[in-house]
């Protein structure tokens, strides 16, 4: 069995196994909260059919949808893009960002953090906002809805602000930090 516990009396053999247990849990607690807490009824019969954990050092991108192979909504991860070699643990400034035509938005759009978690807890959340809107149109017999459009954007509303925004750090500050480090790695790259 696999448990969310962010390294603390728990003997992982690599990091790759610690980022594929937290990320099947977070994927089964989402899978969860959808289908009994969504404001949304269609997410009653949410399921995610098709979950894939890829270690690819060539892929980039992470996706979310319908799987007709697998019969239902899934969710396929670019994992070492995001995760890669970074400890658990380690603690360095980024700037998260999101697409481009939403990234000013507040609730959906670019962050700063110093954690990991966050940044794959984001992507999963991304993701997994895909199968819900997928679901969705099928639940609904819609046709024609855009990836990124308004039924995407109104599950991943809901999705980060349940289980990503409250926990960011603060954003000033954040930023503040990711900035100074930036300029400090720019100053060492040119050191003589």
Known sequence: MCYYIRMNNTAYLNYKDYWNCYAKHQLTQLEEWLQESSAYSSMRKFQLTHIRLDWSTHRRFSRGGWYNRHGGAGVSMAMWHVCGRKAPNAKVPQKVYEYASYQDDSEIG????????????????????????????????MIGIKPHGDVFKMFYREIRNQWLNTYLPDQNEMGRLYRDHRKMSVLQEFAI
Do not use: G, S
């Open 110 to 141: 670019n962050f700063y953090t110093d954690n990991t978690h966050d940044r794959l807890m984001m992507e999963l959340c991304h993701e997994v906002a895909h199968a819900a809107q997928y679901t969705h149109k099928r639940v609904h017999n």
